[in-house]
């Protein structure tokens, strides 16, 4: 009789003791949502830190160089900066609404962090703006990237010369500016993914 009463108590003992599935899962997920918007400030973090690098250099790409061509004996001075070219204008107006968004969204991904309970909410808004800011961003870089092939390598077809032998420090920062913003592009990409896959995530079984 004693054996049974022990064995019992026993019995309730590790009941207790096991959480019941719900309160786990719960606590799974709290952690899982808490992990993601760690990770999306950290993103959203690299996002402005890129535009705004890529910005300073594309702006302080200008460069006054002395010209002597054969057909023109006389020298003649020509500045190269980014606002002679649309499309690297395009892509500073580009890289600047990103720094802004990026500056917003990370102060507002950061207060999700606090409250996990906005986080979700967040999200369904972040994603959209998004994938509308990274069509915006890798249009500009694409646009900016075909004008700097085309001073680096010229077009002998259409008789369009080549100029990075000649502004070599121009090319260089218009080059860095490209590149930097095409990882910024990569970085959105990241955060789209990051935001389809926690929405998915909520979505019940």
């Given amino acids: 009789m004693a054996t049974t009463e022990t064995t019992e108590k ?15 899962k719960t606590s799974a997920d709290a952690v899982a949502t808490k992990y993601f918007a760690l990770v999306e400030v950290v993103l959203r973090l690299l996002l402005f830190a890129s535009a705004l690098v890529a910005v300073v250099l594309l702006v ?7 010209l002597l061509f054969p057909q023109f004996p006389i020298p003649f ?6 606002n002679h070219s649309p499309a690297l204008i395009y ?19 950061f207060y999700s962090l606090l409250k ?7 999200l369904s808004h972040f994603v959209i703006l998004d994938v509308l800011l ?17 001073g680096l390598k010229g077009d002998s077809h259409v008789f369009w010369m080549k ?26 990409v990241l ?11 909520k979505i019940p079984k």
Avoid: M
């Fill in 134 to 150: 990274l069509g915006i961003l890798a249009s500009a870089t694409g646009a900016a990237g075909g004008v700097a092939y085309i």
């Fill in 10 to 24: 026993v019995v309730l003992v590790s009941e207790k003791a096991e959480p019941p599935p719900s309160e786990s």
């Fill in 60 to 66: 302080t790409s200008k460069q006054t160089k002395i």
């Fill in 91 to 109: 892509l500073v107006a580009a890289l600047s609404v990103t720094g802004f968004y990026a500056i917003i969204s990370t102060l507002l991904s």
């Fill in 116 to 122: 996990p309970g906005c986080f979700t909410k967040a």
């Fill in 163 to 188: 100029v990075c032998d000649k502004y070599g420090k121009f090319c260089r920062h218009v080059g860095a500016s490209i590149a930097i913003s095409l990882f910024g592009s990569i970085v959105l």
């Fill in 77 to 82: 001075t020509r500045v190269a900066k980014f």
């Fill in 191 to 201: 955060l789209v993914l990051l935001s389809v896959y926690s929405l998915s995530k």
